[in-house]
């Protein structure tokens, strides 16, 4: 009996976006999957060798890495902030678009020069090494969201938080004042399961293919 593959998917809203994507994959959930008081983690698929595992968009990636999942969908903010080694990602699926930015409140003194900054950040390896490059040691201060409040409380002067339409940080009177990285939603796999597993390495092409063709289109 060939062991059952397990996909990691993040709730929240990538989830609307790469369900078409993994069904054009051959990856449909079972229908409990859509009922929204079922409190289940785990699910069937119409793939009888395959279960889908849905986790926090954080989370995924650590998932696949150790490889309690064989794949999974994340988006390249989390592949990068953890930078594991037994991830491969091969495949950008052209969903999930957003960028990771520095942002201050508006009006702020100019800094230029500093050598040291505090960030509040959801991303705190990303932040230090996007300072390193610039010769400037962050200091990070870690939160899980709500990072546009830190400068007015006085946690930090500036942070760096994901930005698609620019409202939230428009609503909290910052202004963006760095680009750190753009971001789209990739499928990543576990390095040894794609070595394996054949079946691993067929769905990899499946979803390259689908993305090529979103693309050319
Ligand atoms: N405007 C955006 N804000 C946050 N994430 C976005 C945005 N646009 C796309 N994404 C992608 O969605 C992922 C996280 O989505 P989501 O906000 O649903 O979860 P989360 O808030 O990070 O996780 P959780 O709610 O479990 O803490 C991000 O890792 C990013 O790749
Ligand atoms: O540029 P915008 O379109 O305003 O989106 C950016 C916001 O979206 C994310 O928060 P989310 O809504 O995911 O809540 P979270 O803080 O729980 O992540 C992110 O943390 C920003 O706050």
Do not use: W
């Amino acid at each position: 009996m060939t062991d059952s593959l397990t996909f990691a998917i993040p709730k929240g809203r990538i989830l609307d976006e790469a369900l078409p994507v993994m069904a054009r994959a051959g990856v449909v959930p079972e229908d409990a999957f859509h009922d929204k008081a079922n409190r289940s983690l785990t699910f069937a698929t119409t793939r009888e060798d395959m279960r889908l595992i849905r986790v926090r968009a954080f989370d995924v990636a650590t998932f696949v890495a150790h490889g309690a999942a064989q794949l999974g969908i994340v988006g390249s903010d989390v592949i990068e902030e953890f930078d594991y080694a037994d991830l491969y990602a091969p495949v950008d699926l052209d969903i999930g678009h957003c960028h990771l930015a520095v942002a201050e409140p508006k009006g702020a003194s100019a800094t230029s020069g500093a050598s040291h900054l505090r960030v509040a950040t959801k991303y705190p390896n990303l932040t230090r090494r996007h300072f390193e490059r610039q010769g400037i040691q962050a200091e990070c201060v870690k939160l899980n969201g709500a990072m546009e409040i830190a400068p007015e409380l006085g946690l930090a002067g500036r942070i760096v938080d994901l930005v698609s339409s620019g409202q939230t940080l428009k609503d909290n009177g910052l202004v963006e004042t760095g680009h750190i990285m753009d971001i789209t939603a990739r499928l990543i796999v576990n390095r040894a399961a794609l070595k394996t597993d054949p079946r691993v390495s067929a769905l990899v092409e499946a979803f390259r293919a689908i993305s090529e063709e979103r693309s050319a289109a």
